[in-house]
Every structure is written in C-alpha cells, then in structure tokens.
C-alpha cells in the first residue's frame, strides 16, 4: 500500500510538471507536448496534480478537452477508488 501512495505522488507531480513544461513552450511558440500525453499522465493517476496544474498556470483552460475531461478522469478515478476501498478493503 505504501507504494501506491509513491506512485500517486509521483505520477501527480508529473503531470502538474508537464503542464508547466507545455505552457512554457506554448509561450516560446516552441514543440509542444501532445495533449494524449497530459490527458494519460491525468488518467494513469494524475488527475489531481494535472487539474491543480491546469488552473496554476492557467493552461489549457479554454478546451473543452480539459475542462471536461480532468475533472471526468478525477471523478472516476475518486469513484473507482470507493469501490475498490468498500469492496476489497
């Protein structure tokens, strides 16, 4: 169990990471990361840190991929988390 709550740690900073990263290169009109790559650090577990990073760095905020889409990953996630804790734990 400890080691989940690394992994969540780790993929969470990732993710608020890569949003940072991607508006720097926005702003330096430079290669991007592709938005497959910040919404599967979200749904692998990152949701929360790519949500926080999202609204930090104001990127990404006007799609509707995003502003839909995080919230929907985190929803399921915190959903299939509740699940998984009353039905095995």
Avoid: C
Wanted: charged letters at 15%; zero cysteines; proline letters at 3%.
């Amino acid at each position: 169990m400890q080691y989940l709550w690394y992994y969540l740690i780790l993929i969470n900073a990732a993710a608020f990471l890569l949003m940072r990263i991607d508006k720097q290169k926005a702003r330096r009109h430079r290669w991007r990361i592709p938005e497959a790559a910040l919404l599967g650090a979200a749904a692998l577990g990152g949701s929360p840190g790519a949500l926080a990073g999202m609204y930090v760095f104001r990127h990404k905020t006007k799609h509707k991929t995003f502003t839909w889409g995080i919230p929907a990953i985190l929803l399921a996630q915190i959903l299939l988390a509740v699940w998984v804790w009353r039905r095995f734990l």
